[in-house]
């Protein structure tokens, strides 16, 4: 017996002599979801093996003509009631290897089998049971594809990579950082017409979903969830994150109702973990400090933005700033610009100067708080800068100052470009 179908539910259902390898039911899975209901046959020449009154049932052989596409099996219930992660009353295998699928649990719901090489499926029921077949992307069955983050350039990757996902497709990335130390800069951008849940106290997401986790599995903390965000324009996504560890797990989760446009992932790894977040104070007081750039003198992170802040304690005195070596891009795609004042994105702050290439240059602050804002493009640099600050007192212009040695780098991703350009 050799059913074709697509979309359609099948409960047919016959008797046969016996059930053998080569003339089992053969249920055939193309495009869509297929929903069918077990036993298809029984072997009436064997009994039961619970049950000497009733014929066994034959397994059924899950087929599909595409090699670039696997199966996936829910089990959505059985004659008593709706499956739950729980419900075990089949058996599935690779009809070459023989090799079990193990079950998992589909958003909390359902028992899930997924298929991780081309090959037909020998499903056997224990009891009647109600499932759903469908087929989905070899990038998207369920299993982990693992891709290595650069330092020195960025990435770009599909998910899945054919530029569209399907019904039911679960497509897990996994970024790793080159080294140990390093963590994963990570921008997402994804069209979508998903829904998204209306409360955060939901815990499990509805429709199609993206999930970005700061770890190797699903179990660790959540940077990003589509199901709650609102971070969108004309039902676009975008989102910047940075693990706070080597690995980045980015998951496309969907369901069977609606297809989807591919979401695009840009990342690169950040060396030793040095990423600049929030606005870093610096104290000058009469006895100075120095500091080293952020992986100095290694490549530093791309698309980052470092600022510093630099206060001398006693008010009354001026800073001095004092580039004193650089290696910055020569179109100013990266460049360290300094401010007078406590300068802020779209706030007040007036520039004393901006470096690019290999400038060198002194910069004497009016007053006795400056901001100092680096931006770095799509191109990691090692030896980025050093900067000498230090203190001049009311009334002095040279001669009895404090040195004070500051070597930074400051980054900012390339969207941002205009901070410094005021």
Same mark, same amino acid.
Request: glycine share 6%; charged share 20%; with cysteine.
């Given at each position: 017996?050799?059913?074709?179908?697509?979309?359609?539910?099948?409960?047919?259902?016959?008797?046969?002599?016996?059930?053998?390898? /080569?003339?089992?039911?053969?249920?055939?899975?193309?495009?869509?979801?297929?929903? +069918?209901?077990?036993? +298809?046959?029984?072997?009436?020449?064997?009994?039961?093996?619970?049950?000497?009154?009733?014929?066994?049932?034959?397994?059924?052989?899950?087929?599909?003509?595409?090699?670039?596409?696997?199966?996936?099996?829910?089990?959505?219930?059985?004659?008593?009631?709706?499956? =739950?992660?729980?419900?075990?009353?089949? *058996?599935?295998?690779?009809?070459?290897?023989?090799?079990?699928?193990?079950?998992?649990?589909?958003?909390?719901?359902?028992?899930?089998?997924?298929?991780?090489?081309?090959?037909?499926?020998?499903?056997?029921?224990?009891?009647?049971?109600?499932?759903?077949?469908?087929?989905?992307?070899?990038?998207?069955?369920?299993?982990?594809?693992?891709?290595?983050?650069?330092?020195?350039?960025?990435?770009?990757?599909?998910?899945?990579?054919?530029?569209?996902?399907?019904?039911?497709?679960?497509?897990?990335?996994?970024?790793?950082?080159?080294?140990?130390?390093?963590?994963?800069?990570?921008?997402?951008?994804?069209?979508?017409?998903?829904?998204?849940?209306? /409360?955060?106290?939901?815990?499990?997401? *509805?429709?199609?979903?993206?999930?970005?986790?700061?770890?190797?599995?699903?179990?660790?903390?959540?940077?990003?969830?589509?199901?709650?965000?609102?971070?969108?324009?004309?039902?676009?996504?975008?989102?910047?994150?940075?693990?706070? *560890?080597?690995?980045? +797990?980015?998951?496309? =989760?969907? =369901?069977?109702?609606?297809?989807?446009?591919?979401?695009?992932?840009?990342?690169?790894?950040?060396?030793? %973990?040095?990423?600049?977040?929030?606005?870093?104070?610096?104290?000058?007081?009469?006895?100075?400090?120095?500091?080293?750039?952020?992986?100095?003198?290694?490549?530093?992170?791309?698309?980052?933005?470092?600022?510093?802040?630099?206060?001398?304690?006693?008010?009354?005195?001026?800073?001095?700033? =004092?580039?004193?070596?650089?290696?910055?891009?020569?179109?100013?795609?990266?460049?360290?610009?300094?401010?007078?004042?406590?300068?802020?994105?779209? /706030?007040?702050?007036?520039?004393? %100067?901006?470096?690019?290439?290999?400038?060198?240059?002194?910069?004497?602050?009016? %007053?006795?708080?400056?901001?100092?804002?680096?931006?770095? %493009?799509?191109?990691?640099?090692?030896?980025?800068?050093?900067?000498?600050?230090?203190?001049?007192?009311?009334?002095? /212009?040279?001669?009895?100052?404090?040195?004070?040695?500051?070597?930074? +780098?400051?980054?900012?991703?390339?969207?941002?470009?205009?901070?410094?350009?005021?």
């Amino acid at each position: 017996m050799y059913l074709k179908s697509n979309k359609v539910v099948i409960t047919f259902r016959n008797i046969a002599d016996e059930c053998t390898v /080569s003339d089992m039911p053969t249920v055939e899975v193309r495009d869509g979801p297929v929903m +069918l209901a077990l036993p +298809l046959a029984y072997n009436s020449r064997q009994v039961h093996f619970n049950d000497p009154s009733r014929d066994t049932p034959c397994p059924v052989r899950l087929w599909n003509p595409d090699t670039t596409m696997h199966l996936r099996l829910d089990v959505m219930g059985t004659d008593k009631q709706e499956a =739950d992660c729980d419900t075990d009353v089949i *058996q599935v295998s690779e009809m070459s290897s023989g090799y079990y699928l193990e079950r998992s649990c589909n958003r909390g719901k359902n028992p899930v089998y997924r298929q991780s090489a081309s090959d037909s499926l020998i499903v056997t029921s224990t009891t009647d049971v109600y499932m759903r077949a469908a087929t989905v992307d070899s990038d998207c069955d369920g299993n982990i594809v693992r891709i290595t983050a650069d330092n020195s350039q960025i990435k770009e990757q599909m998910i899945p990579r054919a530029g569209k996902y399907s019904n039911l497709d679960t497509c897990k990335y996994l970024i790793s950082g080159e080294n140990r130390e390093d963590t994963v800069h990570l921008t997402l951008t994804w069209e979508t017409t998903a829904h998204r849940n209306q /409360s955060s106290h939901d815990t499990v997401c *509805q429709g199609d979903y993206i999930n970005i986790y700061d770890g190797d599995r699903e179990t660790s903390a959540v940077l990003f969830s589509s199901c709650w965000s609102r971070d969108e324009t004309d039902g676009a996504i975008s989102t910047t994150v940075v693990s706070s *560890q080597r690995h980045l +797990l980015v998951v496309l =989760d969907a =369901d069977a109702k609606i297809e989807g446009k591919s979401a695009n992932m840009e990342f690169h790894s950040i060396p030793g %973990g040095h990423h600049c977040t929030n606005i870093t104070e610096v104290h000058v007081d009469v006895n100075g400090t120095s500091l080293t750039a952020p992986n100095y003198p290694g490549l530093f992170p791309m698309n980052q933005v470092c600022v510093y802040r630099i206060i001398a304690e006693n008010r009354e005195d001026s800073l001095v700033i =004092d580039v004193q070596a650089a290696n910055l891009d020569k179109h100013c795609n990266s460049y360290l610009a300094v401010f007078h004042g406590r300068y802020e994105i779209m /706030s007040t702050g007036f520039p004393a %100067g901006r470096i690019c290439e290999e400038d060198k240059q002194t910069f004497r602050i009016h %007053g006795s708080v400056a901001t100092m804002v680096a931006v770095s %493009g799509n191109v990691a640099r090692p030896y980025a800068w050093r900067v000498s600050i230090y203190v001049e007192k009311s009334g002095h /212009s040279t001669g009895n100052t404090v040195t004070f040695s500051l070597t930074v +780098l400051i980054l900012i991703h390339a969207t941002q470009l205009f901070v410094c350009n005021a």
